[in-house]
């Protein structure tokens, strides 16, 4: 399998695999850094595929990014490894796209990744200290 080039703002061409069935690109690179405010999401790499499967283009990846912001807990800064997983399709004859991400003959990875990303992260994100002084409470307390 190739490995599929990315443009330099995070767009996927793929036309090349719309264009024959069975045709399929590994992905592997480097995404831009991008910010929620609250978040903050650094060192995006994205593996995967896309591939033409009759007519239809699938594309599955891992996202792993470092996020860092304060703690929901004690409100120190933190930042620890995330993951994310991307499985969209494009079904050519039907001509509805699964997602906006999804134009022309270009994916929108960045778009696809930073959602994945923003849908993955819980709403109160904890530093490790709290994660295990919660985990201790919850063992005194009788929970699991
Ligand atoms: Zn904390």
């Not at 405010?37 to 060192?43: I, K, M, R, V």
């Not at 995006?44 to 595929?49: H, P, S």
Request: some cysteine; charged content about 25%; proline content about 2%.
């Amino acid at each position: 399998m190739q490995t599929s080039t990315l443009a330099a703002n995070g767009k996927l061409n793929i036309s090349d695999i719309m264009k024959s069935e069975g045709e399929s690109r590994k992905i592997s690179c480097n995404l831009a850094d991008f910010s929620t405010g609250e978040w903050n999401y650094s060192d995006l790499f994205v593996t995967g595929a896309v591939r033409n499967n009759a007519g239809r283009i699938e594309l599955e990846c891992d996202v792993n990014a470092i996020i860092s912001g304060p703690c929901s807990r004690c409100s120190r800064d933190f930042h620890k490894n995330m993951t994310a997983q991307i499985d969209e399709f494009l079904s050519e004859n039907e001509q509805e796209p699964s997602s906006e991400y999804f134009y022309g003959f270009a994916v929108d990875l960045q778009g696809l990744a930073a959602e994945a990303l923003i849908l993955a992260t819980p709403i109160a994100e904890r530093c490790e200290e709290c994660e295990k002084d919660i985990d201790t409470e919850g063992k005194i307390n009788g929970g699991t």
